[in-house]
């Protein structure tokens, strides 16, 4: 997965935000990467993180164990935990979130359960990390553009 969004565009060259795919892979090995951890990271660390594997519970370790080398290297304490949901909702193609109809109703739009069938389990994580209210949610707009739902 090495893909980036269309509305990543403005920051994926330089690296200088953590993209979706490498968030994506956070929540599934339950490592809490802050903006200043990534900042501290240099551009190769940062590619190697994004490029590195995170499907296989191998893979998941492997990439774990890199994170909290890396910022342990860096700032001298290790990352904080998330907890890994055994059944994230990206991975469900049938129900659409509650905080994605919400969210696109902002926009006039209904996401309807063939529309969210049809995208990717990346698609789908994008579309509910940037739904959040805690998350800055500029881009979920672009987001229902890009993935053809408006």
């Known amino acids: 997965m090495t893909d980036f969004f269309q509305f990543e565009a403005d920051f994926v060259d330089s690296l200088r935000c953590i993209p979706m795919q490498v968030r994506m892979k956070l929540d599934t090995c339950g490592v809490k990467l802050k903006l200043p951890h990534w ?8 590619q190697s993180v994004v490029d590195m594997p995170c499907t296989t519970p191998d893979e998941i370790q492997a990439y ?11 700032t001298g304490i290790p990352p904080a935990d998330l907890p ?3 059944h994230p909702p990206w991975m469900d193609a049938i129900n ?14 209904t996401v309807t359960r063939q529309q969210w069938a049809a995208l ?21 707009l672009p987001a229902l553009k890009e993935f053809h739902l408006m």
């Open 96 to 109: 659409v979130p509650d905080s994605i109809q919400e969210k696109a109703a902002e926009f006039g739009v």
């Open 120 to 140: 990717t389990p990346a698609q789908r994580f994008a579309l509910i990390k940037l739904s959040r209210p805690s998350h800055e949610n500029m881009n979920f």
């Open 84 to 86: 890994v949901e055994p």
């Open 64 to 74: 774990r164990q890199f994170l909290h080398q890396r910022v342990i290297e860096h």
């Open 39 to 46: 900042h501290q990271f240099s551009q190769a660390e940062r």
